[in-house]
C-alpha cells in the first residue's frame, strides 16, 4: 500500500469519527477528546519515528493533529 492510499483511508476515517462524535452528548464527545488528546501526544513520542518511513509519519502525526483540533472544536 503507498503512502497516498494511507493518506487516503486515515482522511476517510476522520471524516466518519467526526460524524460519529458529532452525534454523541457533550460530557461524551469531552471524554473522547481527551482520549485522542492523550493518543496525539503518544504519537508524537520520538520512538514512533525509529525505522518507519519519515515523511509516512509525519504526516500521519499532522493527520491526527488536525483531528484533534477539530474534536476540540466540537467541545
Do not use: C, Y
Not at 6 to 28: K, T, W
Not at 35 to 59: C, K
Request: avoid cysteine; aromatic fraction near 4%; glycine fraction near 6%.
Amino acid at each position: 500500500m503507498n503512502e497516498q492510499s494511507v493518506l487516503g483511508i486515515i482522511h476517510a476515517q476522520e471524516l466518519l469519527m467526526v460524524s460519529l462524535i458529532r452525534i454523541l452528548p457533550p460530557d461524551e464527545r469531552r471524554k473522547v477528546f481527551d482520549e485522542f488528546h492523550g493518543q496525539v501526544e503518544l504519537a508524537d513520542a520520538p520512538h514512533l519515528g525509529d525505522g518507519h518511513n519519515r515523511e509516512m509519519t509525519e504526516a500521519f502525526r499532522a493527520h491526527i493533529r488536525k483531528l484533534s483540533i477539530l474534536l476540540a472544536s466540537l467541545n
